[in-house]
């Protein structure tokens, strides 16, 4: 390995630290990478549209939005509700697994997770006609201009 000096201004200017050849100082500012820039939130679109799908369920489910977007867990009954607004998201307004599952703080493979399992659930003919009431006000509020 090949070594250089710099010689550190500000202090004694005899100060000097090795440096490897072909490397900034830690002196030096970070370089930033080009690309996408980290987003605050969701796009105010999206914004509605979960608030929409999470009111609807948290309705018919009888739980409390701030139950549903708790980072944790939960009881079994609101885990079972956010896994159905997450499939109603990905279902009805067709965002992919991946933005689903970043608007409800969790990962892609979770949001899939869940909408297969309540895909499975829709052979109870209850709960298939729980979820078509359900798709039906979330088609009709996103047509309607609820946002």
Same mark, same amino acid.
């Given at each position: 390995? $090949? &070594? ?9 200017? $005899?100060?000097? =630290?090795?440096?490897? /050849? ?13 690309g %996408? +820039? +980290? ?12 608030d &929409?799908?999470?009111?609807?369920? /948290? ?6 939005? =701030?139950?549903?977007q708790?980072?944790t +867990?939960?009881?079994?009954p609101?885990?079972?509700? %956010?896994?159905? /607004?997450?499939y109603?998201?990905?279902? !009805?307004?067709? !965002? ?9 703080? +969790? ?7 869940a *909408?297969?399992? !309540?895909? @499975? ?10 979820? @078509?009431a ?7 509020? $996103?047509?309607?201009? *609820? =946002?």
């Amino acid at each position: 390995m $090949e &070594l250089d000096f710099l010689l550190v201004h500000g202090g004694n200017p $005899e100060v000097r =630290r090795p440096v490897f /050849a072909g490397h900034a100082s830690r002196a030096d500012p970070p370089r930033r990478r080009p690309g %996408r +820039r +980290r987003s605050t939130g969701p796009a105010p679109k999206r914004k509605a549209e979960l608030d &929409l799908t999470l009111a609807a369920v /948290a309705r018919a489910w009888n739980v409390s939005l =701030r139950e549903l977007q708790a980072p944790t +867990r939960r009881r079994a009954p609101v885990a079972e509700a %956010r896994q159905v /607004a997450m499939y109603l998201t990905h279902v !009805i307004f067709g !965002i992919s697994l991946s933005e689903v599952g970043r608007l409800y703080g +969790r990962d892609r493979t979770t949001a899939g997770h869940a *909408c297969r399992r !309540i895909e @499975d659930r829709r052979d109870d003919s209850d709960f298939d006609r729980l979820l @078509d009431a359900l798709a039906l006000t979330l088609e009709n509020g $996103e047509q309607s201009g *609820c =946002r």
